[in-house]
T-cell receptor
Framework: DQQVKQNSPSLSVQEGRISILNCDYT??????FLWYKKYPAEGPTFLIS?????DKNEDGRFTVFLNKSAKHLSLHIVPSQPGDSAVYFC????????????FGRGTSLIVHP | DVKVTQSSRYLVKRTGEKVFLECVQD?????MFWYRQDPGLGLRLIYF???????EKGDIPEGYSVSREKKERFSLILESASTNQTSMYLC??????????FGQGTRLTVV
């Protein structure tokens, strides 16, 4: 049973527009959430994270929003660029627990020029 | 610059061969992981290790074993490779309250 779900396998966006990637989780013990970006034939790289004590974290063009009551987080990329085309993985962990990250299945983002 | 290094980028092995995938990290992290990535299935945890000589099964350990003789090195072993183990294998290390750092991945093809 998936504890971290990314229900959209793919997303297509025009350059300059906003990309919104969504993630839902079921385990209420998760308190640390991360987004990773992965290009083909490379390992994932960390993008941005958020602790459960916050509802928003921003880093340049990337913003992550957390809605704990809905067990939902989203990654916003504004403005989207062709170089953002990659697979994005949502991950969650328990900071004081096992802190093993559990990953979603990923969303493939394509940004068209 | 922190680094997780996997010994091979691409490997082709025959069915029944014993395969070793090596991973080394230079961050002095206690925890190391092996995942495999398959299309539509995301990253699935095979094994992880909290410390030297300690190992725990992940979600899909069948057909795999691991070895951690030194803190910086975590090896994944395919005892008898099969075609359904063709995949991208990703090693990662993590310390408490940090993000996971991944190696570049090993694309293994079993023929």
């Amino acid at each position: 049973d998936q504890q971290v779900k990314q229900n959209s396998p793919s997303l297509s966006v025009q350059e300059g527009r906003i990309s919104i990637l969504n993630c839902d989780y079921t385990n209420s013990m998760f308190d640390y959430f991360l987004w990773y970006k992965k290009y083909p034939a490379e390992g994932p790289t960390f993008l941005i994270s958020i602790s459960s004590i916050k509802d928003k974290n921003e880093d340049g063009r990337f913003t992550v929003f957390l809605n704990k009551s809905a067990k939902h987080l989203s990654l916003h990329i504004v403005p989207s660029q062709p170089g953002d085309s990659a697979v994005y993985f949502c991950a969650a962990s328990e900071v004081e627990g096992s802190y093993i990250p559990t990953f979603g299945r990923g969303t493939s983002l394509i940004v068209h020029p | 610059d922190v680094k997780v290094t996997q010994s091979s980028r691409y490997l082709v092995k025959r069915t029944g061969e014993k395969v070793f995938l090596e991973c080394v990290q230079d961050m002095d992290h206690e925890n190391m992981f092996w995942y495999r990535q398959d299309p539509g299935l995301g990253l699935r945890l095979i094994y992880f290790s909290y410390d030297v000589k300690m190992k725990e099964k992940g979600d899909i350990p069948e057909g795999y074993s691991v070895s951690r003789e030194k803190k910086e090195r975590f090896s994944l072993i395919l005892e008898s490779a099969s075609t359904n183990q063709t995949s991208m294998y990703l090693c990662a290390s993590i310390s408490r309250n940090t993000e996971a750092f991944f190696g570049q991945g090993t694309r293994l093809t079993v023929v």
